[in-house]
């Protein structure tokens, strides 16, 4: 069974960084779709970055893009998001989630079909920034 193992959440002040850290573990990704999803209370959860690891193409979402980072080692099956500059509205839960790309599709299904399609799933690492 793939597990998704999330750390690297916190609090900080805002102008402050955190990395967060996605392990991958009982399979290996070696072309996935990759997404941070976040969620703020009594909110659907919505895309904050993501990665199709086949060619490392990247999104971000208006909000996050310039100040967050979304990397994945592939030695080390991991998916990182790297927050800079953070804002008292980046904070939520943060999840990582993983899927195959869909079969005929090109690597924006992965930040186009939303959650919903994603079958794997981190726990969740609360983010928290204060003013």
């Known amino acids: 069974q793939v597990q998704l193992q999330e750390s690297g959440g916190g609090s900080v002040q805002a102008g402050g960084s955190l990395r967060l850290s996605c392990a991958a573990s009982g399979y290996t990704y070696s072309s996935y779709c990759m997404t941070w999803f976040r969620q703020y209370p009594g909110k659907e959860r919505e895309t904050a970055a993501s990665t199709y690891t086949g060619i490392a193409s990247t999104y971000y979402a208006d909000s996050v893009r310039g100040r967050f980072t979304i990397p994945y080692d592939n030695a080390k099956n991991t998916l990182y998001l790297q927050m800079n500059n953070l804002k008292p509205e980046d904070t939520a839960m943060y999840y990582c989630?993983?899927?195959?790309?869909?079969?005929?599709?090109?690597?924006?299904?992965?930040?186009?079909?939303?959650?919903?399609?994603?079958?794997?799933w981190g726990q969740g690492t609360q983010v928290t920034v204060s003013s």
């Open positions: 989630a993983a899927e195959d790309l869909a079969i005929g599709v090109t690597d924006s299904w992965c930040w186009t079909a939303g959650s919903s399609v994603y079958s794997d």
